[in-house]
């Protein structure tokens, strides 16, 4: 029974304070991070960029609000500040849609183009087409996304709407009718102060402080799946104070002081003042909007937050914009054009002036000139030569503007929409196990992908799957590592067996140390070791009803994956963790069940790498574990009696990285009275403290951590993800260089280097660990000398020094760790690590910070034209994959942060391979074309206006029709090649990933590059040439008028260039033979229906259909064709043919392996 | 043991309830969805090349041969006679086709090369005379040509929209720089007749000029640009001005004046009459008259046929070509061999 009593209240001597209630006295344990190996160095302080901002050193005293419980009226009138728990995440009203919309829209340069040709229409002196006709297009581009616009926001108008009427219980004042009751309320009336009290499975309708819950200590879990993607539950504690005075009379009070509104979702400091004590409140304390109750009957909260600053709506922003490669490069050729365009006004300008100038006595007679109007007796519309032209300088400019294609841009959204739709909807990208499909975050980057040439991959959860497995154990120096046979372990509770809801593979010889029920020092420890596991964390456990009612089921809910198989292992030898509640533990030890007091937890940190619990022991003991990282560990041993065991156990854990294993060790010491009230009494003052509270812990923490005596180690297996060796092969063999950045330590970086075959036996290590700039620079030179004498050995001088140590077969490998790169990244030594890891294939660095990640990424990034991919799953993994060019999050076991932030989010690593190797090859390559293809055909277009100026005395009339010329690029040609640019394939599926180095072609820029963009203009110039010229020469000097001839000239330039993509494309199903034959059909419909409106002047032309005739401009694209597919063939060209020949499954080596990856799993 | 296998395994069932992640659905298979339609794979095999060049010369030859058959056999007769028939010593081109009171009448004699069948089409031809031109284009109003309730609807047709203060119909310079020369034939000292019925097309008449709307202050500015009309016949009768108005697409143009219903035969001599009106001194275009039989292709032009022969000859040859070209340097399809990185031997 004592055990079941206050530790101090049964002390034989009472301290000279008289004893407050037990309850206040056991401060709650704070809310723990997650503990995993690779996030101990650097977890917390810099798990995402919207942390450093509000950092609590930074804070202002000002920075805080005060809250009256239960009163939201003075909550207000203290500051009206405070937001109402109304939302609204729509951008538009009624009233602002219209302007706002638009200037969101002219944010565009391209509409702005489009605008000013446009406005320039509208200039009586200069308008080229009808002032109808010319805004047209415009205003259907600027509709159709309003319209978009509309429609999303109407949508999210909606949502708000539902989610702003949804309804709460919230507390009615005291004075008001039904006071102490819980009426429903709307959500959006809620107001800060407000006492909401919520059901299990509802949903929380702002942040929250805890007051009361069901629980009588105050325990209460939440499911943050909405805000974090985390799944399981998390535990959140009511303080004792309000928990004890609202279960007395219901009654609530008290003014509550907290930080103001901020992003950080893992973090809340506050203090509650409550009968005139005041109560410290920390992020454990605190429950957010989204969140679900659950496993808890009911919770009573006071908002402190509400509607636009809670704090998950301060973390709802998109990811960031990036532009694509091939956008960048596009510009450069759209400034190519701008110059051609000016050019050719410059042209036409020039030759009207001077035509002009021939005649210019002859105007006034000349019937198609006529420069007078006799009824005023003025020069009409003519305005002496500058004059004429400049005006016909800018009519120029509008007849020739669409030689930029302001329809490309509109094409190539529509084409990465429909190649997202198709990525999202490939089966091999989705993932059965997470049961979460493909997403294409961002959409503007979808061909970078085929364009990759380095990916930068977090570890943990990356390329392992972030389940963590027991392994090893190794306990005051004695490896107990042959774990066999998982034979569960259960208790029995009231007649009930409780079983662990995993058993862990047990080593034998340990188990029997355990029961032998020995009274020595090692069984003793061995226990304690057990103990610490179970005790020294924050694991809930959950009891869950089966089948069998004399059954239930134990299910360790946690944050941290490492902790929850920590807490496994502990229960499958014996030491099971039966209950948790803020003020202690229940563990049932070897069938003894045992209460402990948690009177203190000191969580993890990234400087001190630890974290600790103290313990009040059923023997009225107080002990102190602590388990965090081993040179953590090692740094605070009383090393003057364990010298043995340490060096034992620095053995084990050298054994257990090279294994793979992540680390952990374990100490404990024993606290005599006086420690233990000096520390209560710090960590008291410190853990009420509003402001600068987690230094002071920090501190407190610091103070009471020493002199550990080491208890042993642990050794946890991270498995490996499907697929991911042979995943990683293929990308190199792709030409892709891979490096991995984590957080783990070395040993444990090269072993699972060498289990996912990224390192091999035959490759030259440089390891690069040093603790000094000097020491850096000496390593980095004797490095880079290394790979010069290698390359020089290899190769015979004239190859580049990549290819050169391949063909060698001796390879590069790089392995450096942060504490190196501190002293490399932003120095003048960065150039030196750019050179050697250039002459590297492989490049390992460990114990990395996320914003080192980052820094890694830049130093490729800015240094060659080289893409990079960044692929990570963690928060510590945001900052790389914001500053790759490319940014892929796995949706894993670690929250979605890292999602949020990325450009493209999978299940899998191993999906890197079909999403790199088959989509982005064929999104790079369809898009390539499909930008050169837009140049192509709107020069062919205008430059077939152009030679009809030369006949027009240079007055830019157009024989084809306004009507047809604005919608040969709306109608006539766009459709075949958004279809194409979204169907099309070169290769199969098959073929790409069987032939990874076809990857290539995207790498070394073949699909677009300026060659073939000045190949595109000529075969342009050659095309609009024989469009213009056969039928000029053909209706030379006959009776043919202007509209006919027009037709013909419009009609011609819309088969010739789709007959040039039906050359040009690659598989031929039914929707893209739709879309070419039926434009060309379409178009000669829409010619036949606009001649037969008889007020435009095209009126019942005949003849349209002799433009067949143009496709002699057709021979030399197919002798070029045929000639260089036969005798100069690319590889793609080449594997086209071997796919044809359907012998791909008889070849080549990598098939082997790459079956497994086309295999669904298992 | 075995109770407790059971309710792990009981555990990892019920794992699925316990988290319930973004479950998003498997996509579903579907050719379409997975990108793998049926399709064909063209691929340019040497017997594919082979075939098109044969195949585009088989059919662009005899195309070519007939179009250049029937250009061939198109019988014309190009006169100019715009220098002709300026009197002998006027220096001034200019002032004598602006004085109204020289006479215009000036006689031309043709001889005919070949037998000419009947119908037989008279043309004037204009060189030099830009009715593309952009200010000329223009100026029209195709509402006040339709419809007679219009009339005043001349917003577009400056310079040529009011004169003395009233809408001229049909205005615009188009309209008032009809051609006005005429041409009256003699063959055998007999007059030939020459149809000026149907010259315009049929849906011009019908539908682009009304036959309630008749010219009203036509040619009454102090320029004359052309030929006056009757302002008793309604604009959908008024066939040379239709024809006028459908404008040309080129600089130098020829447009239906008349057909004559007679055959000529080789070795006859006619006589034109006619009465050279139209200025086309001030710009020194040219004017010509043209009589002219017609095929099926139209009128007399080589080109045509000229450039199908000489497509579909390249064709044979490239055919041709090519195939020496694949029997020099055959290349197996589809060899792996041929990939870049295989064809470098390894350990170069």
């Given at each position: 029974?004592?055990?079941e009593?206050?530790?101090?209240?049964?002390?034989p001597?009472?301290?000279?304070?008289?004893?407050?209630?037990?309850?206040?006295?056991?401060?709650?344990?704070?809310q723990?991070?997650?503990?995993?190996?690779?996030?101990?160095?650097?977890?917390?302080d810099?798990?995402?960029?919207?942390?450093?901002?509000?950092?609590?050193?930074?804070?202002?005293p000002?920075?805080?609000?005060?809250?009256?419980?239960g009163?939201?009226?003075?909550?207000?009138?203290a500051?009206?500040?405070?937001?109402g728990?109304a939302?609204?995440?729509?951008?538009y009203?009624?009233l602002t849609?219209?302007?706002?919309?638009?200037?969101?829209?002219?944010?565009?340069?391209?509409?702005?183009?489009f605008?000013?040709?446009?406005v320039?229409?509208?200039?009586?002196?200069?308008?080229?087409?009808g002032?109808?006709?010319?805004?047209?297009p415009?205003?259907?581009?600027?509709?159709?996304?309003?319209v978009?616009?509309?429609?999303?926001?109407?949508?999210?108008?909606?949502?708000?709407?539902?989610?702003n009427n949804?309804?709460?219980?919230?507390?009615?004042?005291?004075?008001?009718?039904?006071g102490?009751?819980?009426?429903?309320?709307k959500?959006?009336?809620?107001r800060v102060?407000?006492?909401?009290?919520v059901?299990?499975?509802?949903?929380?309708p702002a942040?929250?402080?805890?007051?009361?819950?069901?629980?009588?200590?105050?325990?209460?879990?939440?499911q943050t799946?909405?805000l974090?993607?985390?799944t399981?539950?998390?535990?959140?504690?009511a303080k004792?104070?309000?928990?004890?005075?609202?279960?007395?009379?219901?009654?609530?009070?008290?003014?509550?002081?907290?930080e103001?509104?901020?992003?950080?979702?893992?973090?809340f400091?506050?203090?509650l003042?409550?009968?005139?004590?005041?109560?410290?409140?920390g992020?454990?304390?605190i429950v957010?909007?989204?969140c679900?109750?659950k496993n808890?009957?009911?919770?009573?909260?006071?908002?402190?937050?509400?509607?636009?600053?809670?704090k998950?709506?301060?973390?709802s922003?998109?990811?960031?914009?990036?532009?694509?490669?091939?956008?960048?490069?596009?510009?450069?050729?759209?400034?190519?054009?701008?110059?051609?365009?000016?050019?050719m006004?410059?042209?036409a300008?020039?030759?009207?002036?001077?035509?002009?100038?021939?005649?210019?006595?002859?105007?006034e007679?000349?019937?198609?000139?006529?420069?007078k109007?006799?009824?005023t007796?003025?020069?009409?519309?003519?305005?002496?030569?500058?004059?004429?032209?400049?005006?016909?300088?800018?009519?120029?400019v509008?007849?020739?503007?669409?030689?930029?294609?302001i329809?490309?841009?509109?094409?190539?959204e529509?084409?990465?929409?429909?190649?997202?739709?198709?990525?999202g909807?490939d089966?091999d990208?989705?993932?059965e196990?997470?049961?979460?499909?493909?997403?294409c975050?961002?959409?503007?980057?979808?061909?970078?992908?085929?364009?990759?040439k380095?990916?930068?991959?977090?570890?943990?959860?990356?390329?392992t799957?972030?389940?963590?497995?027991?392994?090893?154990?190794?306990?005051?120096?004695?490896?107990?590592?042959?774990?066999?046979?998982s034979?569960?372990?259960?208790?029995?509770?009231?007649?009930?067996?409780?079983?662990?809801?995993?058993?862990?593979?047990t080593?034998?010889?340990?188990?029997?140390?355990?029961?032998?029920?020995?009274?020595d020092?090692?069984?003793?420890?061995?226990?304690?070791?057990?103990?610490?596991?179970?005790a020294?964390?924050?694991?809930?456990?959950?009891v869950?009803?089966?089948r069998?009612?004399?059954?239930?089921?134990i299910?360790?809910?946690?944050?941290s994956?490492?902790?929850?198989?920590?807490?496994?292992?502990?229960?499958?030898y014996?030491i099971?963790?039966v209950?948790?509640?803020?003020?202690y533990v229940?563990?049932?030890?070897?069938?003894?069940?045992?209460?402990?007091?948690?009177?203190?937890?000191?969580?993890?940190d990234?400087?001190?790498?630890?974290m600790?619990?103290?313990v009040?022991?059923?023997?009225?003991?107080?002990?102190l574990?602590?388990k965090?990282?081993?040179?953590?560990?090692?740094?605070i041993?009383?090393?003057s009696?364990?010298?043995?065991?340490?060096?034992?156990?620095?053995?084990?854990?050298h054994?257990?990285s090279?294994?793979g294993?992540?680390?952990?060790?374990?100490g404990?010491?024993?606290?005599?009275?006086p420690?233990?009230?000096e520390?209560?009494?710090?960590y008291?003052?410190?853990s009420?403290?509003?402001?600068?509270r987690g230094?002071?812990?920090?501190s407190?923490?610091?103070?009471?951590?020493?002199?550990?005596?080491i208890l042993?180690?642990?050794g946890?297996?991270?498995?490996l993800?499907d697929?991911?060796?042979?995943?990683i092969?293929?990308?190199?063999?792709?030409?892709?260089?891979?490096?991995?950045?984590t957080?783990?330590?070395?040993?444990?970086?090269i072993?699972?280097?060498?289990?996912?075959?990224?390192?091999t036996?035959?490759m030259?290590?440089?390891?690069?660990?040093?603790?000094?700039?000097e020491?850096?620079k000496?390593?980095l030179?004797?490095?880079l000398a290394?790979?010069?004498?290698?390359?020089?050995?290899?190769?015979t001088?004239?190859?580049?020094?990549?290819l050169?140590?391949?063909?060698?077969?001796?390879?590069?490998?790089?392995?450096?760790?942060?504490?190196?790169?501190v002293?490399?990244?932003?120095?003048?030594l960065?150039?030196?690590?750019?050179?050697v890891?250039?002459?590297?294939s492989?490049?390992?660095?460990?114990?990395?910070?996320?914003?080192?990640?980052?820094?890694?990424?830049?130093?490729?990034?800015?240094?060659?034209?080289?893409m990079?991919l960044?692929?990570?799953?963690?928060?510590n993994?945001?900052?790389?994959?914001?500053?790759?060019d490319v940014?892929v999050?796995?949706?894993?076991?670690e929250?979605?942060q890292?999602?949020?932030?990325?450009?493209?989010?999978?299940?899998?690593f191993?999906?890197?391979?079909p999403?790199?190797?088959v989509h982005?090859?064929?999104?790079?390559?369809?898009?390539?074309?499909?930008?050169?293809?837009?140049?192509?055909?709107?020069?062919?277009?205008?430059l077939v206006?152009?030679?009809?100026?030369?006949?027009t005395?240079?007055?830019?009339?157009?024989?084809?029709?306004?009507?047809s010329?604005?919608?040969?690029?709306?109608l006539?040609?766009?459709?075949p090649?958004?279809?194409?640019?979204?169907?099309d394939?070169?290769?199969?599926?098959?073929?790409?990933l069987?032939?990874?180095?076809?990857y290539?072609?995207g790498?070394?820029?073949?699909?677009?590059?300026?060659?073939?963009?000045?190949?595109?203009?000529l075969?342009?110039l050659?095309?609009?040439?024989v469009?213009?010229y056969?039928?000029?020469?053909?209706?030379?000097?006959?009776?043919?008028?202007?509209?006919s001839?027009?037709?013909?000239?419009?009609?011609?330039?819309?088969i010739?260039v789709?007959?040039?993509?039906?050359?040009?494309?690659?598989?031929?199903?039914?929707?893209?033979?739709?879309?070419?034959?039926?434009?060309?059909?379409?178009?000669?419909?829409c010619?036949?229906?606009?001649?037969?409106?008889?007020?435009?002047?095209?009126?019942?032309c005949?003849r349209?259909?002799?433009a067949?005739?143009?496709?002699h401009?057709?021979?030399?694209?197919?002798?070029i064709k045929?000639?260089?597919?036969?005798?100069?063939?690319?590889?793609?060209?080449?594997?086209?043919?071997?796919e044809?020949?359907?012998?791909?499954?008889l070849?080549?080596?990598s098939?082997?392996?790459?079956?497994?990856?086309?295999?669904?799993?298992? | 043991?075995?109770?407790?296998?059971?309710g792990?395994?009981?555990?990892?069932?019920g794992?699925?309830?316990?988290?319930?992640r973004?479950?998003?659905?498997?996509p579903k298979?579907?050719?379409?969805?997975?990108?793998?339609?049926?399709?064909?794979?063209?691929?340019?095999?040497?017997?594919?090349?082979?075939?098109?060049f044969?195949?585009?010369?088989?059919?662009?030859?005899?195309?070519?041969?007939?179009?250049?058959?029937?250009?061939?056999?198109v019988?014309?007769?190009v006169?100019?006679y715009d220098d002709a028939?300026?009197?002998?010593n006027?220096?001034?081109?200019?002032?004598?086709?602006?004085?109204?009171?020289i006479?215009?009448n000036?006689?031309?004699?043709?001889?005919?090369?070949?037998d000419?069948?009947?119908?037989?089409?008279?043309?004037?031809?204009?060189?030099?005379f830009y009715?593309?031109?952009?200010r000329?284009?223009?100026?029209?109003?195709?509402?006040?040509?339709?419809?007679?309730?219009?009339?005043n609807?001349?917003?577009?047709?400056?310079?040529?929209?009011?004169?003395?203060?009233?809408?001229?119909?049909?205005?615009?310079?188009?309209?008032?720089?009809?051609?006005?020369?005429?041409?009256?034939?003699?063959?055998?000292?007999?007059?030939?007749?020459v149809?000026?019925?149907?010259?315009?097309?049929?849906?011009d008449?019908?539908h682009?000029?009304?036959?309630d709307?008749?010219?009203?202050?036509?040619?009454?500015?102090?320029?004359?640009g052309?030929?006056?009309?009757?302002?008793?016949i309604?604009l959908?009768?008024?066939?040379?001005?239709?024809?006028?108005?459908?404008?040309?697409?080129?600089?130098?143009?020829?447009?239906?004046y008349g057909?004559?219903?007679?055959?000529?035969?080789?070795?006859?001599?006619?006589t034109?009459?006619?009465?050279?009106?139209?200025?086309?001194?001030?710009?020194?275009?040219?004017?010509?008259?043209?009589?002219?039989?017609?095929?099926?292709l139209?009128?007399?032009?080589?080109?045509?046929g000229?450039?199908y022969?000489?497509?579909?000859?390249?064709?044979?040859?490239?055919?041709?070509?090519?195939?020496l070209?694949?029997?020099?340097?055959?290349?197996?399809?589809?060899?792996?061999?041929?990939?870049s990185?295989n064809?470098?031997p390894?350990?170069?």
């Amino acid at each position: 029974m004592a055990s079941e009593r206050p530790l101090l209240d049964a002390s034989p001597r009472p301290p000279p304070p008289p004893p407050p209630p037990a309850s206040s006295l056991l401060p709650p344990p704070q809310q723990e991070p997650p503990l995993r190996a690779d996030r101990l160095a650097f977890s917390l302080d810099v798990p995402d960029p919207f942390r450093r901002e509000d950092h609590p050193q930074q804070q202002q005293p000002d920075a805080s609000r005060s809250v009256v419980v239960g009163d939201p009226s003075a909550a207000a009138a203290a500051a009206a500040g405070f937001a109402g728990n109304a939302i609204r995440t729509a951008k538009y009203s009624v009233l602002t849609f219209l302007p706002r919309n638009l200037f969101e829209q002219f944010r565009r340069l391209s509409y702005v183009y489009f605008l000013a040709i446009t406005v320039l229409n509208q200039l009586p002196q200069v308008a080229v087409f009808g002032r109808g006709a010319s805004v047209l297009p415009l205003a259907f581009v600027l509709f159709v996304t309003a319209v978009k616009d509309a429609y999303e926001d109407f949508r999210r108008h909606r949502s708000d709407r539902q989610e702003n009427n949804r309804l709460a219980r919230v507390l009615a004042a005291f004075s008001a009718p039904g006071g102490g009751e819980f009426p429903p309320k709307k959500w959006k009336h809620i107001r800060v102060g407000d006492v909401v009290r919520v059901a299990s499975s509802e949903t929380l309708p702002a942040d929250m402080v805890l007051l009361a819950t069901s629980d009588p200590s105050g325990v209460a879990h939440v499911q943050t799946v909405n805000l974090d993607g985390e799944t399981n539950l998390k535990t959140r504690y009511a303080k004792q104070e309000t928990q004890v005075r609202f279960s007395q009379d219901g009654s609530v009070g008290g003014v509550l002081h907290c930080e103001r509104p901020n992003r950080n979702i893992y973090g809340f400091q506050a203090n509650l003042e409550i009968d005139g004590k005041r109560v410290s409140l920390g992020p454990s304390n605190i429950v957010l909007r989204g969140c679900e109750l659950k496993n808890t009957t009911w919770a009573i909260g006071v908002v402190v937050y509400a509607g636009k600053e809670t704090k998950v709506m301060l973390n709802s922003s998109g990811a960031p914009s990036k532009r694509s490669r091939l956008e960048t490069q596009l510009n450069r050729e759209t400034v190519i054009l701008s110059i051609m365009l000016i050019g050719m006004c410059t042209t036409a300008s020039v030759l009207a002036g001077i035509w002009i100038l021939n005649h210019r006595g002859d105007l006034e007679l000349t019937q198609f000139f006529r420069e007078k109007d006799y009824t005023t007796g003025k020069n009409y519309n003519y305005y002496g030569m500058g004059m004429q032209i400049f005006i016909t300088f800018l009519m120029a400019v509008i007849v020739y503007q669409v030689i930029i294609p302001i329809s490309l841009y509109i094409s190539m959204e529509l084409v990465r929409l429909g190649q997202a739709y198709f990525m999202g909807a490939d089966k091999d990208l989705y993932d059965e196990s997470s049961r979460s499909k493909f997403q294409c975050r961002a959409l503007n980057i979808n061909e970078d992908l085929g364009q990759i040439k380095y990916v930068f991959s977090d570890k943990t959860g990356t390329l392992t799957e972030n389940k963590m497995e027991f392994q090893c154990a190794s306990i005051r120096g004695v490896d107990y590592c042959s774990g066999k046979d998982s034979c569960g372990y259960s208790v029995v509770v009231d007649d009930l067996l409780w079983t662990p809801k995993m058993a862990v593979r047990t080593d034998p010889q340990l188990l029997k140390l355990l029961r032998s029920g020995g009274t020595d020092e090692e069984t003793k420890l061995a226990l304690e070791f057990f103990l610490a596991l179970a005790a020294c964390n924050t694991i809930v456990p959950l009891v869950l009803d089966t089948r069998d009612s004399k059954q239930k089921l134990i299910d360790y809910q946690g944050e941290s994956p490492d902790e929850q198989a920590l807490v496994y292992a502990a229960a499958s030898y014996g030491i099971v963790l039966v209950e948790r509640t803020s003020g202690y533990v229940v563990i049932d030890v070897l069938g003894d069940r045992q209460r402990f007091d948690i009177l203190g937890l000191h969580e993890f940190d990234s400087d001190r790498k630890r974290m600790s619990v103290i313990v009040g022991c059923p023997n009225k003991t107080v002990k102190l574990y602590v388990k965090g990282a081993d040179s953590s560990l090692f740094g605070i041993t009383k090393s003057s009696l364990d010298l043995d065991i340490v060096r034992a156990t620095e053995a084990h854990l050298h054994k257990y990285s090279s294994l793979g294993l992540r680390t952990l060790v374990v100490g404990m010491r024993e606290l005599s009275l006086p420690e233990f009230e000096e520390w209560q009494l710090a960590y008291e003052n410190a853990s009420t403290a509003v402001l600068g509270r987690g230094n002071l812990l920090r501190s407190v923490a610091a103070n009471i951590e020493n002199n550990i005596h080491i208890l042993g180690a642990t050794g946890i297996e991270d498995k490996l993800q499907d697929g991911v060796p042979e995943a990683i092969e293929s990308l190199r063999q792709a030409d892709i260089k891979v490096w991995i950045l984590t957080g783990d330590k070395q040993e444990t970086a090269i072993s699972i280097g060498y289990s996912c075959k990224l390192l091999t036996n035959d490759m030259t290590q440089i390891v690069i660990n040093s603790n000094s700039k000097e020491s850096c620079k000496r390593s980095l030179e004797e490095a880079l000398a290394t790979a010069k004498k290698l390359r020089i050995t290899s190769s015979t001088g004239t190859l580049s020094p990549e290819l050169a140590s391949e063909s060698a077969g001796i390879t590069l490998a790089l392995i450096i760790d942060g504490n190196s790169l501190v002293y490399i990244l932003e120095t003048e030594l960065q150039e030196e690590l750019f050179k050697v890891a250039r002459e590297c294939s492989v490049v390992l660095c460990c114990r990395v910070a996320p914003l080192q990640k980052a820094g890694i990424v830049a130093l490729i990034k800015n240094r060659t034209d080289d893409m990079t991919l960044a692929i990570g799953d963690g928060a510590n993994d945001v900052s790389m994959i914001q500053m790759a060019d490319v940014g892929v999050g796995i949706s894993g076991q670690e929250g979605r942060q890292a999602v949020m932030a990325s450009d493209f989010a999978m299940g899998q690593f191993r999906f890197l391979v079909p999403l790199l190797l088959v989509h982005g090859h064929w999104n790079y390559q369809r898009m390539s074309y499909m930008i050169l293809y837009n140049f192509y055909k709107n020069a062919t277009f205008v430059l077939v206006l152009f030679w009809y100026v030369l006949y027009t005395a240079f007055t830019l009339t157009t024989a084809i029709t306004e009507w047809s010329s604005l919608l040969y690029t709306v109608l006539y040609t766009s459709l075949p090649t958004i279809v194409v640019g979204i169907l099309d394939k070169d290769l199969s599926k098959e073929t790409l990933l069987a032939y990874p180095k076809l990857y290539g072609s995207g790498q070394r820029d073949e699909k677009y590059n300026v060659n073939l963009f000045v190949l595109n203009m000529l075969e342009a110039l050659w095309q609009s040439l024989v469009i213009f010229y056969i039928p000029y020469f053909a209706y030379r000097q006959s009776t043919i008028d202007m509209s006919s001839l027009g037709d013909l000239w419009a009609l011609a330039p819309v088969i010739v260039v789709n007959m040039l993509l039906a050359m040009d494309i690659f598989r031929w199903n039914w929707i893209v033979h739709a879309f070419v034959w039926g434009t060309i059909a379409a178009t000669t419909i829409c010619l036949f229906v606009i001649d037969s409106i008889w007020v435009l002047p095209g009126y019942g032309c005949p003849r349209k259909l002799n433009a067949f005739m143009s496709l002699h401009a057709m021979v030399p694209h197919f002798v070029i064709k045929a000639f260089s597919e036969h005798f100069i063939p690319s590889d793609i060209q080449i594997a086209r043919e071997i796919e044809k020949s359907e012998n791909v499954n008889l070849v080549n080596r990598s098939e082997v392996s790459m079956t497994r990856l086309d295999d669904p799993r298992r | 043991m075995n109770g407790q296998a059971a309710g792990s395994s009981s555990g990892g069932s019920g794992d699925g309830g316990a988290a319930p992640r973004r479950n998003t659905r498997k996509p579903k298979y579907s050719k379409f969805t997975q990108q793998e339609l049926p399709a064909c794979k063209p691929i340019l095999t040497p017997k594919w090349v082979i075939s098109v060049f044969v195949l585009v010369g088989v059919i662009f030859v005899p195309i070519g041969l007939v179009s250049l058959m029937a250009s061939r056999k198109v019988v014309e007769i190009v006169d100019r006679y715009d220098d002709a028939c300026v009197p002998p010593n006027t220096t001034d081109k200019l002032a004598y086709i602006q004085n109204p009171t020289i006479s215009k009448n000036c006689t031309r004699t043709l001889t005919v090369p070949k037998d000419m069948d009947a119908p037989i089409f008279v043309y004037y031809q204009l060189d030099n005379f830009y009715q593309n031109h952009r200010r000329y284009v223009k100026s029209r109003s195709d509402t006040q040509l339709r419809d007679a309730s219009k009339a005043n609807d001349t917003s577009t047709c400056d310079p040529e929209s009011v004169a003395n203060g009233t809408a001229i119909v049909p205005c615009g310079l188009i309209a008032w720089s009809t051609f006005n020369d005429t041409y009256g034939f003699v063959h055998n000292s007999k007059n030939l007749t020459v149809d000026k019925k149907d010259i315009s097309w049929k849906s011009d008449r019908e539908h682009k000029f009304g036959s309630d709307v008749f010219p009203k202050n036509f040619q009454k500015g102090p320029l004359i640009g052309g030929k006056t009309l009757d302002p008793n016949i309604p604009l959908s009768q008024q066939e040379d001005l239709i024809v006028w108005m459908r404008t040309a697409a080129l600089p130098t143009f020829r447009k239906l004046y008349g057909r004559i219903h007679t055959d000529l035969k080789k070795g006859d001599s006619i006589t034109v009459a006619l009465e050279n009106n139209y200025n086309t001194y001030s710009f020194s275009g040219k004017k010509k008259l043209v009589l002219s039989t017609s095929t099926w292709l139209g009128g007399k032009n080589d080109f045509l046929g000229l450039a199908y022969l000489t497509v579909g000859g390249l064709c044979f040859f490239l055919a041709f070509a090519f195939t020496l070209l694949y029997l020099i340097k055959p290349r197996k399809l589809g060899d792996n061999n041929y990939l870049s990185w295989n064809r470098n031997p390894a350990g170069r």
